[in-house]
């Protein structure tokens, strides 16, 4: 099963904003609104970060958002913070020989 | 609160078999679809399988079908994962994960902290 692509890492200052693209094809993000971003600490289970390409469950700071663009998806997270260094993953349903795949995730540091 | 615990992880040898289960507490455990996700020690996450609410749609990734199956007891609120045939590639930490709930089962929102499988022999 083919990974949606991501960045490998992105960094930038405290305060600052990033923006997380994640790639896939009309299969997948491009053909349906089931792509979701999930945040990883180091040694702890992913937490949902958004669903629906742009919907916050509640209790997730509204600094970060989502939106997608044709094939592309994407997590922006504004106003960063030391906090939201971890790992970033995407996923998507996808209606190809898998019925669901994950981005190849993205390093955030907060330098 | 929704809690999901993993167990059944261990050191298994390659072409041996292991079940893998997820009991679930805090919520309505039979109105929701759930999901197998590994990761292998430090590469990205990987979807292994989903099963509906009521056990009758299943999905599986290319890598696992035909050798893991899924499967759940409504009545014992428990999830679980056989794996058969199990190779070196299988080593990986394991997490259930909720779904959010829909007409289709394609989004996971709450996450088990997850049990190590290590196929080596």
């Known amino acids: 099963q083919s990974a949606l692509t991501q960045p490998a890492s992105v960094s930038e200052s405290p305060g600052q904003s990033i923006t997380i693209s994640c790639t896939g094809t009309?299969?997948?993000?491009?053909?349906?609104?089931?792509v979701s971003w999930y945040q990883q600490h180091p040694g702890k289970a992913p937490k949902l970060m958004i669903y629906?390409?742009?919907q916050r469950p509640s209790g997730v700071s509204n600094r970060f958002s989502g939106s997608k663009s044709g094939n592309t998806a994407s997590l922006t997270i504004s106003g960063l913070q030391a906090e939201d260094e971890a790992d970033y993953y995407c996923?998507?349903?996808?209606?190809?020989?898998?019925?669901?795949?994950f981005g190849t995730g993205t390093e955030v540091t907060v330098l | 609160q929704v809690q999901l615990v993993e167990s059944g992880g261990g050191v298994v040898q390659p072409g041996r078999s292991l079940r893998l289960s997820c009991a679930a507490s805090?919520?309505?455990?039979?109105?929701?679809?759930m999901h197998w996700v590994r990761q292998a020690p430090g590469k990205g996450l990987e979807w292994v399988a989903v099963?509906?609410?009521?056990?009758?749609?299943?999905h599986y990734g290319d890598s696992v079908k035909g050798r893991f199956t899924i499967s759940r007891d409504n009545s014992k609120n428990t999830l679980y994962l056989q794996m058969s045939s199990l190779r070196a590639e299988d080593t990986a930490v394991y997490y259930c994960?909720?779904?959010?709930?829909?007409?289709?089962?394609?989004?996971?929102?709450?996450w088990g902290q997850g049990t190590l499988v290590t196929v080596s022999s």
């Open positions: 629906d390409v742009s």
């Open positions: 099963i509906y609410f009521d056990g009758s749609i299943k």
């Open positions: 994960a909720r779904d959010r709930g829909g007409v289709v089962a394609v989004q996971p929102d709450y």
């Open positions: 805090g919520f309505s455990f039979s109105g929701y679809g």
């Open positions: 009309s299969s997948d993000v491009g053909g349906y609104d089931y």
């Open positions: 996923s998507s349903y996808s209606s190809s020989s898998t019925y669901y795949v």
